[in-house]
């Protein structure tokens, strides 16, 4: 465990020990209060503020779950989860734009020490962000597949590697891969609406206005709501 987590492993314990008894009676209630406290911290930081993150970052409010991201790497004594959180800042970072910041994030985390899980995610963010630079197309069709040959699973990195495919001009293949994106089911209202957003590209490109206008007014439908 890095020198850092074991830091925080005995601020925590510090936390939930730290009540002063000058005998056993003195110190028991303000120490039982102190272990309560503590027990809510626990569950406030393992339970609830990962899913409240992930579900600020379903529904686009990215600088909610930014916070709640850095929040997460600030409190863990996991280095998984601390990697997982620079992983979705910078997730929130490509989103927003903040392409240096995403960067920045990413920089810290060495891609070649992760599990697949986080390997995926690490690649899938610097596909995107690439994709929305609009710098090398190919080389970000290279990370989006090798993010979806380990992970084909997650939707989100379906939606890279068919952005990346309708950037190098094979449309036939992105409206493939856009179209699969709903094969476990319903998508979450933003990830759907960028879906159609694509796939409203990929049929102009073929021609289609008809298919087009109608995944672009589903589109709109989606983001407006």
């Not at 600020?56 to 996991?78: D, M, N, P, Q």
């Not at 994106?181 to 008809?210: N, S, V």
Request: aromatic share 8%; with cysteine.
């Amino acid at each position: 465990m890095a020198a850092r987590h074991v830091t925080r492993l005995f601020a925590w314990l510090a936390l939930a020990t730290g009540a002063p008894a000058t005998g056993a009676s003195a110190g028991a209630l303000p120490a039982a209060f102190a272990f309560a406290a503590f027990g809510l911290v626990i569950v406030w930081a393992v339970l609830w503020l990962p899913r409240a993150a992930h579900t600020a970052f379903e529904a686009g409010k990215f600088r909610r779950a930014t916070r709640r991201y850095w929040l997460i790497g600030a409190v863990t004594i996991s280095a998984r989860r601390e990697r997982g959180a620079l992983l979705s800042r910078a997730g929130c970072a490509v989103a927003t734009g903040r392409f240096d910041a995403a960067d920045q994030l990413l920089a810290r985390v060495d891609g070649t020490a992760l599990d697949a899980a986080e390997r995926a995610v690490w690649l899938n963010n610097r596909a995107y962000a690439a994709l929305r630079r609009g710098t090398d197309a190919r080389a970000a069709l290279a990370l989006a597949d090798e993010a979806s040959g380990l992970r084909p699973d997650v939707p989100a990195i379906q939606h890279t590697r068919g952005l990346a495919l309708l950037a190098v001009g094979r449309v036939d293949d992105a409206i493939g891969v856009l179209d699969a994106m709903r094969a476990g089911g319903e998508l979450p209202p933003r990830l759907e609406a960028a879906r159609c957003r694509e796939l409203a590209t990929a049929w102009d490109a073929k021609g289609e206005a008809a298919y087009a206008e109608d995944y672009r007014v589903r589109a709109q439908s989606l983001a407006a709501g």
